[in-house]
C-alpha cells in the first residue's frame, strides 16, 4: 500500500501520528530507546528516513555505511515502527507537510526553533517536541572507534 493512503488510513481511524526522521545508518541502543519514546507520544510512528544520497550530502562521501534499503529493513523490524518512508531531500520538510503529524519529535540535541517543520506543525495545532538521549552512543562515534581499533591493530 502506497504510504500516502496508508495515513489517511490512520487518520481516518482517528490515529494519533507521530513523526520523526535520520539517518538511522547504524543501529545502536540511543536510537531504540528514542524509536520507543517517540512511539508512546502517539498510536502510530512514522520515521522518515534519509536516502543514500542525503546522508552523503550531510555525512560525507563514506556514508552511509549502510545502503537506504538494509536501513529500512531494519527500521521495519523494530517493534515501535509503524512505517519507514525514504527521502531524498537534505530535510524532511516535503515529508512532514504530507504526513501532516499530529506530533513531531527529534532529539534532545534539537531546541523547537531549529526542527525543520515545526512551525508547521504548530500552524494547524500540531506538537512539536524533543526526546532526551539516555545512551551516549552515536554511529559518528561507532564508526570512529572500529577506526581505531583497526589503526591499532595495523600499527
Request: proline share 3%.
Amino acid at each position: 500500500m502506497d504510504y500516502k493512503k496508508q495515513i489517511e488510513n490512520w487518520k481516518k481511524e482517528g490515529k494519533k501520528i507521530v513523526f520523526t526522521n535520520g539517518c538511522f545508518d547504524i543501529l545502536h541502543a540511543g536510537h531504540v530507546d528514542y524509536l520507543e519514546k517517540a512511539k508512546s507520544l502517539g498510536d502510530v510512528l512514522v520515521v522518515g528516513l534519509n536516502s543514500d544520497e542525503s546522508v552523503k550530502r550531510l555525512k560525507g562521501q563514506t556514508r552511509p555505511v549502510n545502503p537506504q534499503e538494509y536501513r529500512k529493513k531494519v527500521l521495519q523490524a523494530l517493534k515501535p515502527v509503524d512505517l519507514v518512508v525514504i527521502f531524498d531531500e537534505d530535510t524532511p520538510e516535503r515529508l512532514i507537510k504530507e504526513v501532516k503529524p499530529d506530533i513531531l519529535v527529534k532529539g534532545g540535541d534539537y531546541t523547537i526553533d531549529n526542527i525543520v517543520g515545526a512551525d508547521f506543525v504548530m500552524s494547524y495545532g500540531g506538537k512539536v517536541t524533543t526526546i532526551d538521549f539516555v545512551y551516549d552512543v552515536s554511529t559518528s562515534k561507532i564508526i570512529e572507534k572500529i577506526g581505531e581499533k583497526n589503526q591499532n591493530r595495523n600499527s
